[in-house]
């Protein structure tokens, strides 16, 4: 029972352009968001995350929006750089002790020059 | 500041051997995990860790162990390898001192059972 869903195993986009990938969540318990990227041979990096009392979080070029109702989110590159090519995981977070969190099967992303 | 490390990198066991593989943190974080990546699969919690002495089970915990004596240190301990825990194990802390504080991951182990 996957909790989190990331159902573009693959994204390509051109240099320049944006780049929208999307997550899904079934856990109504899920109170924070989080987007990791990872590059091969690499752990995951923390990238951005949103608070589920918030439907909009920005920092530079990332922008993580919620839909709390839809049970979705997404994360948007503008511009996207060649070097932003990695794969990208969406991870919720429990409510409990540790905030454990739950992973996303990841979208790999490819930024064309 | 080294951040997460993990040791070794990449190893290859037979099945129904023995091995320990090493995470250490030099940031003081009191919460510590034990993740899995299978290919083409997002990360599962094996155990975690709230502070020195105190582990708990993750979503995947059958055939590991940890232990957690330190702040600094979290071995993963497999007692006999099978093919099915061939994969890229990744150590990662936290400070939890707000609420959505992230969680920083090492460099990850690549283990393969044959």
């Known amino acids: 029972d996957q909790q989190v869903k990331q159902n573009s195993p693959s994204l390509s986009v051109q240099e320049g352009r944006i780049s929208i990938l999307n997550c899904d969540y079934t856990?109504?318990?899920?109170?924070?968001f989080l987007w990791y990227k990872k590059y091969p041979a690499e752990g995951p990096t923390f990238l951005i995350s949103i608070s589920s009392i918030k439907d909009k979080n920005e920092d530079g070029r990332f922008t993580v929006f919620l839909n709390k109702s839809a049970k979705h989110l997404s994360l948007h590159i503008v511009p996207s750089q060649p070097g932003d090519s990695a794969v990208y995981f969406c991870?919720?977070?429990?409510?409990?002790?540790?905030?454990?969190?739950?992973f996303g099967s990841g979208t790999q992303l490819t930024v064309l020059p | 500041n080294a951040g997460v490390t993990q040791t070794p990198k990449f190893r290859i066991l037979k099945i129904g051997q023995s091995m320990t593989l090493q995470c250490a943190q030099d940031m003081n974080h009191n919460y510590m995990y034990w993740y899995r990546q299978d290919p083409g699969m997002g990360l599962k919690l094996i155990y975690y860790?709230?502070?020195?002495?105190?582990?708990d089970k993750g979503e995947v915990p059958n055939g590991y162990n940890v232990s957690r004596s330190t702040t600094e240190d979290f071995p993963l301990r497999l007692e006999l390898a099978a093919p099915s825990q061939t994969s890229v194990y990744f150590c990662a802390s936290s400070p939890l001192a707000e609420v959505g504080d992230t969680q920083y991951f090492g460099p990850g182990t690549r283990l393969t059972v044959l």
């Open positions: 860790s709230v502070g020195a002495g105190i582990t």
């Open positions: 856990n109504s318990m899920f109170d924070y």
């Open positions: 991870a919720a977070m429990g409510a409990g002790s540790a905030r454990q969190l739950t």
